[in-house]
């Protein structure tokens, strides 16, 4: 695996998230829980004691994965890491990397073909030689191919 | 077929077989062997004739089982060939199953349930062509019944409940295959005559049961047996003459059924000894918790009698009058009039609070009222005794956190039975309820109050501290939790206005005359603070509610004294934090108890003061606007004002205090409790205060808003001079307050972002400020009103912090407000800052020429989802009379989200987002809409559904939460769509000059 860029390290951190206010998270948001990018699958608030502080709950689940759970007090600012999505045409597939061509032409072959059901549709698809676009997703410089859709 | 081809013993080998199979383990037979088992039973209850068989099963088999199939067949095959069978051979097979059952005392509980189950059915299926003569039934079975032997009257009474639950065409009835009016004769027909003569033979055992001393264990079991059959039949659901076929069926599937029997039962009903029995039977049995279950609710049922049964009035005064004694009796041990001692069991809580509340809506006012007076005073008297006992015992039922709360039921039933008793203002003289009302406002404040006041939290072991509990944001806030309960004390202390309203606000002048007896008090609470169980509990709390009640009109005001106290308890933390820095060891303990009651006593003033109506423009309640406007006379308005523009001055500080409006002092009492909030948010106190609290000011202030601010003369005959010259229209008392609140929600706003339900009951009391044009007119006067406008405008903290849904209501009250009267250069430049930035804004960003490639940087998805949420905000304002602008306002953007769809195709979110505000525009607009605007927005959701089915046809997406959230979008589309079709038939618009 030389060719895997370590995604852990580089420059790209200091801006990749921006910090917001507990309560104003949402359902279905992005939030980072335990150092990684989440999605909020859950959020629930509660009180010690009638007059406490409201305090609030959140689940998340990485993009691929682990679920993490955090607790804190609803006044607390927490990061939100910056998400972005980009749609490519894919061009092959090896060595389970994708080759896939950006909007501006150019060509990177740095992701990986993913594990799952996706992946086995995206393999399935290209062996069928259909034309298919990949929306990747861009988490804290981490990337993943989170959906595909047939060309026309 | 199986029959005739195969001989009895066979068959009964074929079935037996069959039997243990279906009661096999499942490890020991397959599936299919079970089903081909139960098929043989099918097909043999479908069998021909299986008369003789059937007989020849009972007689020899030893199986359960096939036993209680073979009653089934019987059963099933009667109905099937009623009219091909023999009179007489149905007669002499009645009479065989009667004969099997009695002489098999030891039989299966469930063979012999199905079997007296079929001579119910025949008896039922011969009623009706009066070929089998039921007579005959009824006299085996008081023979069965004089016999006096306990095995066989218990079969005697399972012979009488299952030809009950037979006759009652109710769920329990049997399926034969005949229609719904068949069984309403049947029913008809038996409550006439045979459904009496059951409850004649029931009471003549209780009777006989009643007068024995001992019973033995056996005895016992048949005595409960037949109080429960009492029960049913008391119970009967007794069927009117020409109820329609839909109406059968609304009707039995009624709950809490009222006993309203037909005429022919006035001699049975009526007879004075029956319901005496009844009370001496609950007397006897009172202690076994099960049996009185059933006694109590025969008298519930008693109690609620009702209909052609009384010949006139005066028979039904005669009776309520006979059953109030016995009640009386039942409770208090001996009759004294004076004082109500209270001597009841726990398990009988309920039961006697629905009996009182039966009596208490059923009976008319008129009888209630016909009653000896004497008596009918005794009888609210006990009321409000046990009122104020259950309520005692029911905070103590919540402090023990017990899982079963009879008392918390009780409680609620008697306040409901109050609330309908005091509502009637014809038949009871003014004043009448008064004292009573006093007695139970007083009790439930004590018990929602901290000592010394109160009992709050009080066990037999002490205080017991319930502050810790983790609370989720699932458990209901009490003002919902107990509106019932609320609603009920409030209109108490409505009617005792006089007594109540300065209770909760200040002083009343009785101080030295009753110190003495608050002397006594204290001694007494000392050694009668023991209770073990809940019985010496309420004697306890009887004479503790008294001296109480005596107590409290030595109390300083409740309200006030606790603000005072608040205050100081307050500044005390904050000198303690100054001196040593950092100490983060300050005990909360006095002061969340202060909080818990402040929070009740907003609680119960706000129930009190005003009630909470939906769609309704809401009144002063009368007797809250009579009794300011007797007292007018000694008031002194300056100095009321002065009270109500002064929150932060101690009420009692200023001169001339007491001649002032209670009813306002009570309002500025709550205005104090909001000042010392805010006064402690600015000493940067925020960490020390109770959200809780904070959202019952803002709670209490919407739901007063909404009722006395700007209170429009033309609704009431007579106002209160005090109210009008404070909040009445063009007063500057109105003014300050509407600039108060404003600053208060503003604070709020920013200082509690974090707590969602506080922000959001905040909004809410913006929108109620607004949604009214002569309070708008008001409040968009004030500058706090603009800078608001252009601080949510510019999407700046602390705003931008508040969750989307209060953003969305705050957007919600700005564009409300702009709707306000104003000059055309102020409405001009209200829309500027308001709505004229979102549009800019928006166009700004996706008008760029790179917004392509610059559309998933944060800062322009913040952007766009800003936009969308005051979008959905904005269309929430629609109203009548402003769908005009708001419509042609959102259409524009409308077009522009269409474009955005495409852009953000692969972002769920704001895909979401944008469906959503095409929801909420059609949701609240399209039933104003005329035809050609309506066609517009059509082809605009047309389109959109058009832009999103082309991105997502053969989209796959992965995504961690696929289950539950994955077709959000779908979901929303589907709920556009039902919006759309409503128009169909809600639609508003007018068609004839189509202006919109």
Not at chain 1, 9 to 37: E, H
Not at chain 2, 703 to 714: H, I, N, P, Q
């Amino acid at each position: 695996m030389a060719d895997e860029i370590d995604f852990t390290t580089g420059d790209a951190g200091a801006s990749s998230t921006y910090p917001m206010q507990c309560s104003a998270l949402r359902k279905n948001g992005f939030v980072v829980l335990k150092g990684r990018p989440c999605k909020i699958v859950e959020m629930s608030t509660s009180k010690t004691g009638k007059h406490g502080h409201a305090k609030v709950t959140l689940v998340g689940m990485e993009i691929f994965g682990q679920k993490y759970e955090d607790i804190c007090p609803s006044t607390h600012n927490m990061d939100v890491p910056n998400i972005k999505r980009n749609d490519y045409q894919l061009i092959c597939i090896q060595d389970g990397y994708l080759s896939l061509l950006t909007e501006t032409g150019e060509v990177r072959e740095d992701l990986k073909l993913p594990e799952g059901e996706l992946g086995k549709e995206i393999e399935g698809k290209y062996n069928a030689g259909e034309d298919v676009q990949v929306s990747v997703m861009c988490a804290m410089s981490e990337e993943y191919a989170v959906a595909i859709k047939p060309c026309k | 077929m199986m029959a005739a081809a195969l001989g009895p013993p066979e068959v009964i080998a074929q079935l037996e077989n069959a039997a243990k199979v279906l009661m096999a383990p499942p490890s020991m037979v397959n599936n299919e062997q079970r089903q081909h088992a139960e098929h043989i039973f099918l097909s043999f209850r479908k069998s021909k004739s299986p008369f003789a068989v059937c007989k020849h099963i009972l007689e020899t088999s030893k199986v359960d089982y096939v036993l209680f199939q073979a009653a089934t067949a019987i059963m099933e095959a009667v109905v099937r060939e009623w009219i091909l069978l023999e009179k007489g051979s149905i007669e002499s097979l009645r009479t065989f199953l009667l004969t099997y059952v009695l002489q098999r005392p030891n039989l299966q509980k469930y063979v012999r349930e199905q079997i007296l189950l079929a001579v119910a059915v025949i008896v039922k299926r011969g009623s009706l062509d009066k070929s089998i003569d039921c007579k005959s039934i009824f006299h085996e079975v008081s023979q069965l019944i004089s016999s006096g032997n306990p095995t066989v009257q218990t079969l005697a009474c399972s012979i009488l409940t299952a030809l009950l639950s037979e006759f009652s065409s109710s769920s329990k009835t049997s399926n034969i295959g005949l229609s719904m009016e068949f069984h309403g004769n049947c029913k008809r027909v038996f409550q006439e005559e045979d459904l009496r003569q059951i409850f004649v033979l029931t009471v003549e055992v209780l009777q006989e049961f009643s007068r024995r001393e001992n019973l033995s264990a056996q005895m016992s079991s048949v005595f409960q047996r037949y109080l429960s059959l009492a029960n049913q039949v008391l119970s009967w659901n007794f069927l009117p003459p020409n109820l329609g076929r839909h109406y059968i069926a609304m009707f039995e599937s009624s709950q809490n059924v009222l006993l309203k029997p037909t005429e022919s039962w006035r001699e049975a009903l009526l007879d004075s000894r029956v319901m005496e029995l009844f009370f001496t039977v609950h007397r006897k049995i009172r202690e076994d918790s099960d049996m009185a279950q059933d006694s109590l609710q025969c008298l519930a049922q008693l109690a609620s009698l009702h209909g052609p049964v009384f010949p006139d009035e005066g028979a039904q005064v005669d009776y309520l009058a006979h059953f109030i004694e016995g009640l009386l009796s039942t409770i208090n041990g001996n009759i004294c009039y004076l004082v109500c001692r209270i001597e009841i069991e726990d398990s009988e809580a309920v039961g006697i609070s629905s009996i009182i509340s039966n009596l208490i809506t059923v009976f008319p006012r008129n009888v209630l009222t016909a009653i000896p007076s004497e008596l009918f005073s005794s009888f609210v008297n006990c009321l409000t005794h046990l009122t104020c006992s259950f309520g005692r015992s029911a905070a103590l039922e919540e402090v023990l956190d017990k899982d079963d709360m009879v008392y918390m039921e009780a409680y609620d039933k008697l306040l409901e039975s109050w609330l309908t008793l005091v509502q009637d203002d014809k038949h009871f003289h003014k004043g009448f309820f008064t004292q009573h009302a006093v007695q139970v406002f007083n009790s439930y404040i004590q018990c929602h109050l901290a000592a010394p006041d109160g009992t709050r939290n009080l066990t037999a072991n002490g205080v017991t501290s319930r502050e810790e509990e983790e609370i989720s944001e699932l458990q209901e806030d009490d003002r919902d939790q107990f509106s019932d309960q609320l609603a009920s004390v409030g209109m108490l202390g409505r009617v005792a206005a006089e007594h109540c309203i300065p209770l909760l606000t200040r002083y009343t002048q009785a101080r030295e005359p009753m110190e003495q007896i608050l002397c006594t008090y204290t001694s007494l609470k000392s050694t009668l603070y023991t209770p073990t169980r809940f019985a010496h509990w309420s004697k306890w709390t009887e004479t503790h509610s008294w001296l109480q009640s005596l107590a409290f009109t030595l109390e300083p005001s409740l309200l006030e004294e606790r603000v005072t106290r608040l205050h100081g308890q307050l500044q005390r933390h904050q000198q303690q934090l100054l001196a040593s820095p950092g100490s983060s060891t300050i005990d909360s303990k006095i002061l969340d108890e202060l909080y818990e009651d402040i929070h009740w006593l907003i609680l119960v003033t706000g129930y009190l003061l005003a009630d909470d109506t939906q769609g309704e423009t809401p009144l002063i309640p009368p007797e809250i606007m009579e009794y300011s406007i007797k007292h007018s006379s000694e008031v002194d308005i300056n100095t009321t004002l002065q009270i109500l523009g002064s929150p932060g001055e101690k009420a009692s500080s200023i001169p001339g205090y007491n001649r002032t409006d209670s009813v306002i002092r009570l309002l500025s009492a709550v205005l104090r409790v909001s000042e010392v909030e805010s006064r402690a948010i600015r000493a940067d106190l925020t960490d020390l205060l109770s959200p809780q609290m904070g959202k019952d000011i803002v709670w209490f202030l919407k739901r007063w808003a909404k009722t006395y601010l700007l209170v429009d003369e033309k609704l009431y005959d007579q106002i209160s001079l005090p109210f009008s010259t404070a909040f009445g229209a063009d007063t500057e008392g109105s003014q300050w307050i509407i600039g108060y609140l404003l600053q208060k929600v503003i604070s709020n706003l920013s200082v509690w972002s974090s707590e969602q339900d506080l922000a959001s009951d905040t909004v809410q009391l913006l929108v109620t400020l607004v949604e009214r044009r002569e309070r708008a007119n008001l409040v968009i006067q004030c500058e706090n009103w603009w800078n608001l406008a252009k601080q949510f405008a510019t999407r700046s903290p602390p705003l931008n912090f508040l969750s989307s849904p209060v953003q969305r209501t705050l957007m919600k009250a700005l564009v409300l407000g702009g709707f306000a009267q104003m000059d055309t250069e102020t409405k001009q430049q209200y829309w500027t800052e308001v709505l004229q930035p979102l549009q800019q804004r928006f166009l700004r960003v996706i008008n760029q020429e790179n917004f392509q490639q610059m559309c998933q940087q944060e800062e322009v998805k913040q952007e766009i989802t800003a936009t969308l949420e005051a979008l959905c905000g904005i269309a929430e304002a629609t109203q009548i009379d402003n769908v005009a602008i708001l419509f042609n306002f959102l259409m524009d953007f409308l077009t522009n989200c269409i474009g955005l769809m495409e852009v953000y195709k692969n972002t769920p979110e704001t895909v979401n987002l944008i469906i959503e505000v095409f929801v909420e525009v059609a949701h609240k607009q399209i039933c104003y809409l005329g035809e050609s605007k309506a066609m517009n927005l059509y082809e605009a959701c047309l389109t959109l559904l058009q832009v999103y089915s082309k991105n997502n046809l053969g989209r796959q997406r992965v995504d961690v939460t696929a289950e539950e959230e994955q077709y959000q979008d779908l979901l929303l589309i589907m709920e556009l769509l039902t919006n759309l079709l409503s128009k169909e038939f809600i639609d508003f618009s007018d068609t004839v000059s189509n202006t919109l």
